[in-house]
C-alpha cells in the first residue's frame, strides 16, 4: 500500500500527536440486578426478513437487546412489558416472564433461551453508508444507490474513498490490559474511575462468570484492546468517530493473531489490521476488505453498552479495565471534544440520508442481511 494515496486529516494528525499518539455465544451474558422502570423504556414485536423478532430498549441507560420470538416449540410469541423491574421485562401471551438476555426466568419452561439476533448501536449517519437499504420504523426506506462491496481485486470496498487519519499504529493498541476489581477498594481511590461520570458509555462482555468492562474514554485513545481471558482469544474494538463497539475472536484461519489500528477510515469508521497477515478489515462490515484474507469474515460476539453508573447492578465479578496502559494519557479527557455532540462529520460519506439528524444514536438490527433502525424515542412509553 502507497500511503500518500490517502488523504490525512490535520485535525486526527494533531490528536495523535496530543496523545502521543455474531456467533453469539452464551457466555456474553450478562444479568443485572433490579433497577428502577425509567420513563424511557420499551419493547417493540417485529418481523425482519420474515423473522419475529422482539427489541428491548431502554435510551435512558443505553440499553438494547434482540432476540428471534420464536419459542422452542416454533410458536411465535407476542410480548408485552411485564411491569416488573429490569431486568425481567418481558410477558408472553401464556403469562411466562422473561428476562433482557432472552432467558425465561418464570413460567412453565424456565431456562428456555431465545436466540440473540445481530444488532449494532451507533451514529445515524453509518446506516445508509453501509447498506444498500436500510429499513426505518415507520415503514420508509433508503436506499443506497452505490456499491457496497466491489472487488477490484485489492479492495472489496471503494478504496477511493478510503482515508488515512493518522500513519498505521499511531494510535496504539492496548495488548496487555490490566483490570481492577469493580468493588475493590482501589477503584474509589482511582483518579480516573472516582471522576468518571456517571452517564459515561461502558461496552461490557462476560466469559464464564465474570463480567469485562471498557469504559469509552478509554477505549477513545486506543481503539483496540487485544485480549486472552480463559481459552477466549478476543480483540474488543471502539471506533469514536462512529460511537460503535465490536468485539472479534483473535482466531483466524487455525491461528491467533493480535488487531492494531490501521490508521485509515472508510466511512469515517475504524478499518483495524491484523499482525499476522497484515490484511485490512472494516469495523462496521465485520470482514477484511483488504490483504491476504480479503473477504474472510471476522466472528463476533454479542456485547451490550451500559452506564457507569449501572455497573453496580451486574450480578457477579466485574473487572474494569484499567488505565495503567504503559501510556500516560489523561484518560479523563476526550480526545475529540464536543464532537458526539455536533453534526460535525471528519471525513466524506460514500452516501447520506438527511431525515435522521447524522450523529443522532440509533440502534440497528440485522437480519439475513435487511437492516432496520430503530430511534431511541421509538422506545418511549409516553
Not at 47 to 73: A, H, M, Q
Not at 278 to 290: A, E, H, N, P, T
Not at 336 to 346: A, H, V
Not at 356 to 379: A, C, H, N, Q, S
Amino acid at each position: 500500500m502507497i500511503f500518500s494515496k490517502y488523504k490525512i486529516s490535520i485535525l486526527a494528525i494533531v490528536i495523535v500527536l496530543m496523545c502521543g499518539c455474531t456467533k453469539n455465544d452464551g457466555d456474553f451474558d450478562p444479568q443485572p440486578k433490579n433497577l428502577q422502570l425509567d420513563r424511557q423504556e420499551g419493547i417493540i414485536n417485529d418481523e425482519l426478513n420474515g423473522i419475529p423478532i422482539v427489541i428491548y430498549g431502554n435510551p435512558d441507560k443505553n440499553f438494547f437487546t434482540v432476540f428471534e420470538r420464536t419459542s422452542g416449540d416454533n410458536e411465535i410469541l407476542e410480548f408485552e412489558h411485564s411491569n416488573i423491574p429490569f431486568p425481567n421485562v418481558f410477558r408472553d401471551q401464556h403469562g411466562n416472564v422473561w428476562d433482557v438476555f432472552g432467558l425465561q426466568n418464570k413460567g412453565i419452561q424456565t431456562g428456555e433461551r431465545l436466540t440473540l439476533v445481530k444488532n449494532l448501536v451507533g451514529y445515524w449517519f453509518i446506516f445508509p453508508a453501509f447498506n444498500k437499504k436500510v429499513l426505518l420504523n415507520d415503514n420508509s426506506e433508503i436506499i443506497n444507490p452505490n456499491d457496497i462491496e466491489n472487488n477490484n481485486g485489492q479492495w472489496i470496498i471503494d478504496d477511493n474513498n478510503v482515508f488515512a487519519g493518522t500513519f498505521k499504529d499511531g494510535i496504539k493498541s492496548i495488548d496487555q490490559p490490566q483490570y481492577m476489581d469493580f468493588n475493590n477498594k482501589e477503584i474509589i481511590d482511582d483518579e480516573f474511575y472516582k471522576v468518571l461520570d456517571p452517564n459515561e458509555l461502558i461496552t461490557i462482555i462476560k466469559v464464564g462468570k465474570v463480567f469485562f468492562a471498557y469504559p469509552h474514554k478509554i477505549l477513545e485513545y486506543h481503539e483496540v484492546v487485544n485480549d486472552k481471558i480463559g481459552d477466549l482469544n478476543i480483540a474488543i474494538s471502539f471506533c469514536p468517530l462512529t460511537g460503535t463497539s465490536k468485539v472479534w475472536d483473535r482466531e483466524i484461519n487455525q491461528g491467533i493473531t493480535e488487531f492494531g489500528v490501521s490508521g485509515l477510515l472508510y466511512n469515517n469508521n475504524l478499518i483495524l489490521y491484523d499482525r499476522v497477515s497484515d490484511s485490512y478489515w472494516s469495523q462496521i462490515l465485520d470482514k477484511s476488505v483488504s490483504g491476504p484474507l480479503i473477504g474472510e469474515k471476522a466472528v463476533s460476539f454479542q456485547t451490550w453498552e451500559i452506564r457507569y453508573e449501572d455497573i453496580s447492578n451486574l450480578e457477579g465479578k466485574v473487572k474494569m479495565l484499567s488505565t495503567n496502559t504503559g501510556i500516560d494519557y489523561e484518560y479523563q479527557y476526550s480526545l475529540y471534544g464536543d464532537y458526539k455532540y455536533s453534526d460535525r462529520i471528519n471525513f466524506p460519506l460514500t452516501f447520506s440520508d438527511d431525515r435522521i439528524p447524522p450523529k443522532e444514536r440509533v440502534l440497528g438490527v440485522t437480519v439475513g442481511g435487511i437492516t432496520k433502525v430503530y430511534r431511541f424515542e421509538d422506545f418511549d412509553l409516553e
